[in-house]
Nanobody
Framework: QVQLVESGGGLEQAGGSLRLSCTASGLAFEIYAMGWFRQAPGKQRELVAEIRRGGNINYADSVKGRFTISRDNAKSTVYLQMDSLKPEDTAVYYC?????WGGGSYSPGYWGQGTQVTVSL
């Protein structure tokens, strides 16, 4: 049974930092593309950052230069370091594990339960 367990969300002031963690079990972590998505109220879920098995990284334009994704295959954990937080970063953040088949093709993937990030002025 695959499980993705997120932690590290919370309330932070604008300009502050938070670090999210997601620990996976029940899958061969090292072969999965690990990602962080977010969903704000009334909006669609969007990709924030992704790190593929070979180390390739993609970021949403809105977080480039502020967020950093990393992974520790030995701990089956992916991290999202979020700096210079803005109120518009407020959302539920979800961890994902997907197989990347090339180009824009992915397997359906697995999802965590989500962790709330709230950024106040």
């Amino acid at each position: 049974q695959v499980q993705l367990v997120e932690s590290g969300g919370g309330l932070e002031q604008a300009g502050g930092s938070l670090r999210l963690s997601c620990t996976a079990s029940g899958l061969a972590f090292e072969i999965y593309a690990m990602g962080w998505f977010r969903q704000a109220p009334g909006k669609q879920r969007e990709l924030v950052a992704e790190i593929r098995r070979g180390g390739n990284i993609n970021y949403a334009d809105s977080v480039k230069g502020r967020f950093t994704i990393s992974r520790d295959n030995a701990k089956s954990t992916v991290y999202l370091q979020m700096d210079s937080l803005k109120p518009e970063d407020t959302a539920v953040y979800y961890c994902s594990a997907r197989r990347h088949w090339g180009g824009g093709s992915y397997s359906p993937g697995y999802w965590g339960q989500g962790t709330q990030v709230t950024v106040s002025l």
